[in-house]
């Protein structure tokens, strides 16, 4: 019994070391300004990865390479590679669309849309070609259900999602999220708009979410990094300095300037 359970954390353990994205000396210009320089480092799979730095060094950036909404920006130039799944999605010939299905997104301030709870859940898979009534139900209770909200507005579906609290509109918009089955969710620091009592529902829920999703958290909050995720990396004026375990990162930094951030020195 003891071999079975060896080798089923060991394969467990392969399973968790699979690598979602890879970047390779990637760097990011805005016109003249260099904001991503050489990044190279993995996301792993069922994982929670933060990125923590002060204001400016990239953190958002970064997120927003790994499902290219940077090029909404004009005057954004690319170079290097980021391979989702072993397919490098800066290449002219990856279809943008085929991360859109991939890869859910939580920003900084809750954004609901003007709709009903019901539409802000139904609207992608509706998008991706989903009609049948009882199929949609299912995903909105699933999803809502997932993002740990469904008790609260299951009497309630119909009502418009402005009526929601802060932090109901927050976990409202990860359901959304959850409801195209994505392998990945980018959060950009998801709870700072949050009361502490919201922000730790939310912490609970990407615990909980990390079971089947890969998560990479950006957040200003060195406590909730330490808290929430595995993998952290630390990046200052455009630059990783310290990728690792996060218990590495905070109790045994390798970098001073790590060392110098973590403990409050700056930033
Ligand atoms: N749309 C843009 N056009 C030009 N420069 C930009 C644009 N967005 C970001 N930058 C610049 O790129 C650099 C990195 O910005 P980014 O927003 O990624 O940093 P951040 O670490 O997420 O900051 P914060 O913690 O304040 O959100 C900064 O110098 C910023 O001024």
């Given at each position: 019994m003891k071999y079975v359970s060896e080798v089923k954390a060991k394969a467990n353990e392969k399973e968790n070391t699979a690598v979602v994205y890879n970047t390779d000396d990637l760097n990011l210009w805005y016109g003249d300004t260099h904001?991503?320089?050489n990044i190279n480092f993995p996301i792993y799979e069922k994982k929670v990865t933060a990125i923590i730095g002060p204001?400016?060094?990239?953190k958002s950036t970064f997120l927003k390479t790994l499902n290219r909404m940077?090029?909404?920006?004009?005057?954004v130039k690319t170079s290097g590679k980021i391979s989702y799944r072993d397919q490098n999605?800066?290449?002219?010939?990856?279809?943008?669309e085929d991360l859109r299905t991939k890869v859910g997104m939580v920003f900084q301030k809750p954004n609901p849309f003007p709709k009903s709870i019901y539409d802000n859940v139904a609207y992608g898979p509706r998008i991706h070609g989903i009609k049948d009534k009882k199929t949609l139900d299912t995903i909105v209770e699933s999803s809502l259900k997932g993002a740990a909200i469904w008790e609260e507005v299951k009497d309630r579906l119909?009502?418009?999602?402005?009526?929601?609290s802060g932090g109901q509109q927050q976990r409202l918009c990860i359901a959304r999220a959850l409801a195209i089955e994505p392998d990945v969710i980018l959060m950009d620091e998801?709870?700072?708009?949050?009361d502490p009592k919201s922000t730790l529902k939310v912490e609970e829920l990407i615990q909980e979410l990390k079971k089947d999703f890969s998560i990479v958290i950006v957040t200003h909050n060195m406590q909730q990094a330490a808290r929430i995720s595995d993998k952290t990396a630390f990046m200052l004026n455009g630059e990783l300095i310290e990728y690792d375990e996060t218990d590495a990162i905070f109790q045994n930094p390798k970098d001073k300037r790590t060392e110098d951030y973590i403990t409050g020195r700056f930033g």
């Open positions: 904001a991503l320089k204001s400016g060094c990239g940077v090029e909404l920006v004009p005057s999605i800066l290449d002219r010939s990856f279809m943008v119909k009502e418009n999602a402005y009526g929601l998801p709870t700072s708009a949050l």
